[in-house]
Each structure stands twice: as C-alpha cells, then as structure tokens.
C-alpha cells in the first residue's frame, strides 16, 4: 500500500483525512507546526492570501519538476481521480 504525507493532521481537514485514510489501509505520515507558531503562520498567510501572492504563479515549480505550474483550482482538477480511489 502507499504512504502520503499530511500536513496539518490537528486541523479542520487533517483530523478528518488521517483517519479515512488510515481505514483505507494507506501509512500516514503526519507533520504539523508547533503551536506557537500557529498565530504567525496564520497572519503571513492573511498577508499573502490579501496580497494576492497565492494567485502568483512562477518558474520555481518548472524549475524544480520540468513541469509548468500551474493554479490549485488546476492542480485540484487533474487529481481528482486520485481522491476518488
């Protein structure tokens, strides 16, 4: 069977995910931040999100897989399959 890495595993959807993946007999790996560090990350993400830096799309991704990147709303789109098994 596969392993999956999921982020955030104490949050809204992580909590939720581990177990239903876990009855799906998939290993779970599970990495967090430590909690004081939850308000910081929380307000760069604000920053970022009123920014608009989250819509920015840029040539790291290419670079680093030799594949273009592309929007979450694409990305989400061609993985659906996956998360359907």
Known sequence: M?????TGPTGKVGRRLVPLLAR??????????????????SQLYV???GSGALG??????????GRPPVSFAEFAVGAAAAWRR
């Open 47 to 49: 920053h970022a999100h």
């Open 2 to 6: 596969s392993t999956v890495l999921v």
């Open 56 to 65: 920015v799309l840029n040539d790291d991704v290419l670079d680093v897989t």
């Open 24 to 41: 799906r007999g998939i290993t779970v790996r599970a990495a967090s931040a430590p909690p004081e560090t939850a308000e910081h990350n």
